[in-house]
C-alpha cells in the first residue's frame, strides 16, 4: 500500500457526460501528479500540481482540467466523454515538486469505461 | 526533451533463471531513472531509482539495475526469477524540472514454473 488513495476504483458512465476522480495524497506529500494509462497510448502524464498551484502539463485535453485543494486532495474533472477516454488513470504524490529525483508513489489506480 | 523506450514487449523466463529487463533513454542532461512494476488491476510499485553514485542500484523484491552512461540504458536485473515476478514492468526518466516522469511502454515478464 503506497498511501494514496483514489476514489471511485471503478466508474462506468456514457459518452458526453462529465466525472470526476479524486485522489488523496500521502501524509506529506505536497505534489500531486495525475496519469492516463490506456492500451494505445501507454502511461501518459497529464498534469502536476505542488500546494494548489499547477506546475506541470502534459498530453491533457482541454476537456479535462484538475485542481488541488487546500487539505492537499486533488481532482480531476473529465467532461464531454468520448469511447476514447476509457482508460486507467492514476494519481502519484511525492515530497517535493522541483525535483525529478524524488520517487513518486502511485494510488490503486480509478478505471473508466465510456460506453 | 526527454524519451525512454523498452524494446521487449515481453520478456520470458523460467522460474530460477536470471530476469534481465531493457531499457533506454534519452534526455538532455543528468538523468534520474526508475523502475515501477504494475500486478494485474493494481497500482505501480516502486522498485528502485539512479539518482548519482554507483551504477548498480538495488531495489525491492532482489531486483537491481545497472545504469551504463555511454550506451544510455538502464536495465533491469534480477539472479533468479521467482513465479511471483511476473508482471508488467516500466522504466522511467525524470530530467524535465517539475518532477514530471516520462515512461516506457511497459515489459511484460511472464516467469514460468
Known amino acids: 500500500d503506497s498511501g494514496v488513495t483514489q476514489t471511485p476504483k471503478h466508474l462506468i458512465t456514457a459518452t458526453g457526460q462529465r466525472v470526476t476522480l479524486r485522489c488523496s495524497p500521502r501524509?506529506?506529500?505536497?505534489?500531486v501528479y495525475w496519469y492516463q494509462q490506456s492500451l494505445d497510448q501507454g502511461l501518459q502524464f497529464l498534469i502536476q500540481y505542488y500546494n494548489g498551484e499547477e506546475r506541470a502539463k502534459g498530453n491533457i485535453l482541454e476537456r479535462f482540467s484538475a485542481q488541488q485543494f487546500p487539505d492537499l486532495h486533488s481532482e480531476l474533472n473529465l467532461s464531454s466523454l468520448e469511447l476514447g477516454d476509457s482508460a486507467l488513470y492514476f494519481c502519484a504524490s511525492s515530497v517535493v515538486p522541483r525535483d525529478t529525483q524524488e520517487t513518486q508513489y502511485f494510488g490503486p489506480g480509478t478505471r473508466l469505461l465510456v460506453l | 526533451a526527454q524519451s525512454v523506450a523498452q524494446p521487449e514487449d515481453q520478456v520470458n523466463v523460467a522460474e530460477g533463471n536470471p530476469l534481465t529487463v531493457k531499457c533506454t533513454y534519452s534526455?538532455?542532461?543528468?538523468?534520474?531513472l526508475f523502475w515501477y512494476v504494475q500486478y494485474p488491476n493494481r497500482g505501480l510499485q516502486f522498485l528502485l531509482k539512479?539518482?548519482?553514485?554507483?551504477?548498480l542500484v538495488k531495489g525491492s523484491y532482489g531486483f537491481e539495475a545497472e545504469f551504463n552512461k555511454s550506451q544510455t540504458s538502464f536495465h533491469l536485473k534480477k539472479p533468479s526469477a521467482l513465479v511471483s515476478d511476473s508482471a508488467l514492468y516500466f522504466c522511467a526518466v525524470g530530467a524535465d524540472s517539475w518532477g514530471k516522469l516520462q515512461f516506457g511502454a511497459g515489459t511484460q515478464v511472464v516467469v514460468t514454473p
Open positions: 539512479y539518482i548519482t553514485g554507483d551504477n
Open positions: 501524509s506529506g506529500d505536497l505534489s
Open positions: 534526455v538532455s542532461g543528468n538523468p534520474y
